[in-house]
């Protein structure tokens, strides 16, 4: 007789008590949890657990996200291991999917982690900052994504079409200090309306507390029409949390305006109106964007070579 695979059903979700201790199983898993604490988003630690195979209700096969965060509805997987434990890993996540395939859930990559943290400046700063000059050159040679005329008319570009799309009802342009205020000033010169212009401020990760407003808005937005200029969207948690903050004004219309979109690595889903570029996987500085501060003053934007920004690998040696 043929006893029924309770894997991919209701019966194959284990869910673990809500108040069960939290272990993590390693370091990289409590420094995530503690951004997503930074912007508010809540998290649950390995929460459940999907059955993959079974014989009736034997289990044969588990597997448990790392994470789940209920207000994404999204199931996280952190992997910081190496590439063979990896391709296991991916065989693990495709079957998930196809067994639940309601279930969101996203592998985090090594590179994706180190990526996430450079991004707070948290990457080896002494191998992190040659001279501007050098970097200059070196970006010259092979680094270069856009170079400044592409970068003009890309803004140019993005300029027309929100002219065309407000024309009537000139918008509020919202920057988020600090690394956008060179794309909006060269962004609200190539738009052909009454506009104004406001920033906002947002605490940095590794201050005290979760992420707050450091500095908030001067123009009153209610019943105004908002455009939100990013330089960079990357996890989309910031905006996450700006585009909250910036709700409760009530605004007639909200809309995000970003310079460089990084889609592939999304955690929140957000939607964004008007995107200047798509980029990979990459990190990038230069026009505004920093790497522990520094390049925001290049004229072009370069990729940061990951050696720069990534700690030496323990397990290459
Ligand atoms: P998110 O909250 O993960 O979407 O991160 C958005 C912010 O991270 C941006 O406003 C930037 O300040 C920063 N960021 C993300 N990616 C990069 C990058 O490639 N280079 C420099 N800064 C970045
Ligand atoms: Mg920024």
Redesign the pocket.
């Known amino acids: 007789m043929l006893i029924p695979s309770i894997a991919g059903t209701a019966d194959g979700i284990i869910r673990r008590p809500r108040d069960a201790p939290i272990v993590f199983a390693h370091p990289s898993e409590r420094e995530l949890a503690r951004i997503f604490d930074f ?1 508010r988003v809540p998290w649950r630690y390995e929460p459940d657990s999907f059955v993959l195979r079974a014989k009736g209700e034997r289990v044969l096969e588990m597997f448990s996200p790392d994470f789940y965060l209920p207000e994404l509805d999204l199931y996280l997987e952190l992997t910081t291991l190496r590439q063979r434990l990896v391709t296991k890993k991916n065989r693990k996540l495709r079957l998930l999917r196809e067994l639940y395939p309601e279930v969101n859930v996203r592998l985090l990559y090594r590179k994706d982690y180190q990526e996430l943290l450079a ?1 707070y400046g948290f990457g080896p700063e002494e191998v992190a900052s040659p001279e501007a000059e050098a970097f200059r050159a070196e970006a010259a040679a092979d680094q270069i994504l856009f170079r400044q005329a592409e970068i003009a008319a890309t803004v140019r570009r993005l300029g027309a079409t929100i002219t065309r799309d407000y024309a009537g009802r000139p918008p509020v342009l919202v920057g ?1 200090l600090k ?2 205020s060179f794309f909006l000033a060269d962004l609200i010169r190539q738009i052909d309306l009454p506009v104004e212009i406001d920033f906002m401020a947002v605490s940095a990760l590794g201050r005290e507390g979760p992420v707050r407003i450091v500095k908030d808005l001067d123009v009153d937005i209610q019943g105004r029409q908002v455009v939100l200029v ?10 996450r949390y700006i585009l909250g903050h910036l709700e409760r004004w009530q605004p007639a219309g909200l809309e995000v305006c970003a310079l460089f979109d ?1 889609r592939t690595r999304r955690l929140a889903d957000v939607p964004i109106r008007y995107v200047g570029f798509e980029l990979a996987d ?4 230069g026009y505004g ?3 522990h501060q520094r390049y925001r003053n290049l004229p072009f934007v370069a990729r940061l070579r990951p050696e720069r920004y990534r700690p030496p690998d323990p397990s290459a040696q």
């Not at 990013?230 to 905006?239: K, Q």
């Not at 990459?282 to 500085?285: G, N, T």
């Open positions: 912007y991004k988020v690394g956008v990013e330089d960079i969207v990357d996890t989309g948690m910031t905006l990084k990459e990190f990038v500085v964007l920093d790497y």
